[in-house]
């Protein structure tokens, strides 16, 4: 069993700053359960999910060209956590935000998303 758990959205003027946490927890952890790669994605209304960020186990990390820059991604491996800093958001940055983890067995697990809405 594995639980991702988000936090950190909300509504942000334009410019402004937020930062999202994703922990996950549960009793497969129990089991030598390793995370490899994390990661962010978003899903605006009327539109598909997209890749915002992701970081490997090592720390390599990856961006969609639309967030380079703004974003970043980062991960605490002792606490099974990733975070995403968003710096100078804008209107189009809206939309609903995923954490995933994949596990070094491939498995695939989502959160439950956090909205995160820009105002202008």
């Known amino acids: 069993q594995v639980q991702l758990v988000e936090s950190g959205g909300g509504l942000v003027q334009a410019g402004g700053s937020l930062r999202l946490s994703c922990a996950a927890s549960?009793?497969?952890?129990?089991?030598?359960?390793?995370?490899?790669?994390m990661g962010w994605y978003r899903q605006a209304p009327g539109k598909q999910r997209e890749l915002v960020a992701t970081?490997?186990?090592?720390?390599?990390?990856n961006y969609a060209a639309a967030v380079k820059g703004r974003f970043t991604v980062s991960r605490d491996n002792a606490n099974n956590t990733v975070y995403l800093q968003m710096n100078s958001l804008k209107r189009e940055d809206t939309a609903v935000y995923y954490c995933q983890i994949i596990t070094v067995d491939t498995a695939s697990y989502w959160g439950q998303g956090t909205q995160v809405t820009v105002s202008s």
């Open positions: 549960g009793s497969s952890f129990r089991s030598g359960f390793t995370i490899a790669n």
């Open positions: 970081i490997s186990r090592a720390g390599n990390t």
